[in-house]
């Protein structure tokens, strides 16, 4: 088995029934499924042939935005001041939000996510593009707040 092929198998067995791509199997903080790292395993998924397991990812996050709905609103036509309003980082496997002690105050997940979705339109109905559209809203009133950036370092700067 070539390393490719290794890869694909790793990431399909540790794919989540509700759809999400854990981060990492071995390392307990990771044993979550952050939007940006799922949408480029699912873009990579696709890219490989196996259009079905991404679809799953992007029907999960789908499900993760519209459960969240109030917390897009809030974000998106509230007051805007800091970290607090950011949507969480990272969910559970099965798509909710967890209670730990973790930076929550990341929103290029979001951006990434919706790139995928873009790229698979025939997946999505009329609720899937209201909640999308309401993603990019909240992205439009928050991407001026700092923020940590991919690792974590630098919460008073601003980040794509």
Known sequence: MDLIERSIKIIEENQSEAGSYVASPNFSQYGYCWFRDGSFTAHAMQK???KESAEKFIRWGLNVLKRYRHSLEEAAFGPRSD?????PTRYTLDGFVSEDDWTNAQS???????WIVAEN????DESDLEICDLCAKYLEGVWEIPC???WEEFPTMIHT
């Open 83 to 87: 970290l607090s309003i950011l949507l």
């Open 48 to 50: 490989a042939g196996k």
């Open 121 to 124: 339109p025939q997946l999505l």
């Open 108 to 114: 290029d997940g979001y951006g990434t996510f919706l």
């Open 148 to 150: 940590y950036d991919v």
